[in-house]
T-cell receptor, first 113, second 112 residues
């Protein structure tokens, strides 16, 4: 079945460091891919998405590119801030039978001042 | 700007007790979902409702029931709570099956 694998956390970075959180997926066909962020005590918020191969999603300085050849959707940010500390979830949704969004286990990010 | 509202935010139950988690959305979305979040496992779909009047099982439906009361409201019921149901529960909604979901703030449930 479909699945999403994320790098294990926690990831601890200093402010202004470069961030990469790896995400790979297994799926048939051409799913849509998402990154969600969960701040402490809150629900998940959509951070960015990509719906087809080579699409780049971007928001708030974060970027991820849909790479079909490597089945990856890695999240990157050039300069993290303390306010980016949160849990990040990679997810996929199939376009058919599309009620099921498959989530990765989440990666916790800590950013130190 | 309420979005998706869940009640309660926290609950402690004894094994065997029952309770209903409430969820309401004000975005006129057709589809609604209940997920549970457990450490190291991401989110898993319990039940969903594609549209008003329909409900279907997700990945982990055992021990739960749902009701789509109207377009706005989608409740999750635990008839006889078990410690394995200790989790954080999230309600979500989307315009339809192929658009991104918007999440509520979650209900932290502990069953002792």
């Amino acid at each position: 079945g479909d699945s999403v694998t994320q790098m294990e956390g926690p990831v601890t970075l200093s402010e202004e460091a470069f961030l990469t959180i790896n995400c790979t997926y297994t799926a048939t066909g051409y799913p849509s891919l998402f990154w969600y962020v969960q701040y402490p005590g809150e629900g998940l918020q959509l951070l960015l998405k990509a719906t087809k191969a080579d699409d780049k999603g971007s928001n708030k300085g974060f970027e991820a590119t849909y790479r079909k050849e490597t089945t990856s959707f890695h999240l990157e940010k050039g300069s993290v801030q303390v306010s980016d500390s949160a849990v990040y979830f990679c997810a996929l949704r199939q376009l058919t039978g599309g009620f099921k969004t498959i989530f990765g286990a989440g990666t916790r990010l800590f950013v130190k001042a | 700007n309420a979005g998706v509202t869940q009640t309660p935010k926290f609950q402690v139950l004894k094994t065997g007790q029952s309770m209903t988690l409430q969820c309401a959305q004000d975005m006129n979305h057709n589809s609604m979902y209940w997920y549970r979040q457990d450490p190291g496992m991401g989110l898993r779909l319990i039940y969903y409702s594609a549209s008003e009047g329909t409900t279907d099982k997700g990945e982990v439906p055992n021990g739960y029931n749902v009701s789509r009361l109207n377009k706005r409201e989608f409740s999750l019921r635990l008839e006889s709570a078990a410690p394995s149901q200790t989790s954080v529960y999230f309600c979500a909604s989307s315009i339809d099956a192929n658009t991104e979901a918007f999440f509520g703030q979650g209900t932290r449930l502990t069953v002792v």
